[in-house]
């Protein structure tokens, strides 16, 4: 089975550009998430969705940051403008819902300059 | 408030070595303990897992340990290899919220 799809793998863009990052979930996942990863602060939850509804966003650091599901197999994550400090991998994961295992995607590399 | 710490932040140990990452945590709500390893330029992977009506899993070299009453659950890596360098995290969860420790980073010499 396929598991989480995420694209693009690597971006690099300039400050201040538009950035759409892009997941597909596992199917049948009702359970989807997106996570940022930086050395200096670990991996940070930015929101969930379940059942394509935005359950927790109080991990988007800002306004520039919004996510949206508009079904069960496609998600994205976009930061408008970008900024240096955005520079991060971005993980998207899924899952069934419940207490169990989820499944990230080999992640999005950003790059602000 | 740091519902989730996880330690050592880092950890090297001899190739046949024992490693053994601790993490406590503070929600008694968490019905499932799991510990992700994650690789450099992959995303984090579940290595195992335990509920807690069990006290210890056992998977191949790996083990987790639970402590319900001290509220920590620890892994251990038995006879350590060079192929174990990856860090890891503990991130216990309540339904689908969980929250990620800090992530320790294990080097295996050989």
């Known amino acids: 089975d396929a598991g989480v799809i995420q694209s693009p793998r690597h971006e690099v863009t300039e400050m201040g550009q538009e950035v759409t990052l892009r997941c597909k979930p596992i199917?049948?996942?009702?359970?989807l998430f997106w996570y940022r990863q930086t050395m200096m602060r670990g991996l940070e939850l930015l929101i969930y969705?379940?059942?394509?509804?935005?359950?927790?966003d109080s991990g988007m650091p800002e306004d520039r940051f919004s996510a949206k599901m508009p079904n069960a197999s496609f998600s994205t994550l976009k930061i408008q403008p970008s900024e240096p400090r955005d520079s991060a991998v971005y993980f998207c994961?899924?899952?069934?819902?419940?207490?169990?295992?989820?499944?990230f995607g080999e992640g999005s590399w950003l790059t602000v300059v | 408030q740091q519902q989730v710490k996880q330690s050592p932040q880092s950890l090297i140990v001899q190739k046949g070595g024992i490693s053994i990452i601790n993490c406590a945590y503070e929600?008694?709500?968490?019905?499932?303990f799991p510990w992700y390893q994650q690789f450099p330029g992959k995303g984090p992977a579940l290595l195992i897992a335990?509920?807690?009506?069990?006290s210890e899993k056992k998977e191949g070299r790996f083990t987790i340990s639970f402590n319900k009453s001290a509220k920590q659950f620890s892994l251990h890596i038995m006879d350590s290899q060079p192929g174990d360098s990856a860090t890891y995290f503990c991130?216990?969860?309540?339904?689908?919220?969980?929250?990620f420790g800090k992530g320790t980073t294990l080097s295996v010499s050989s």
């Open positions: 994961a899924s899952t069934r819902r419940g207490s169990g295992p989820i499944y």
């Open positions: 199917s049948g996942h009702n359970s």
């Open positions: 969705f379940n059942n394509n509804v935005p359950i927790d």
């Open positions: 929600n008694t709500a968490f019905d499932y």
């Open positions: 335990i509920r807690p009506d069990v």
């Open positions: 991130a216990p969860q309540a339904g689908t919220a969980l929250i």
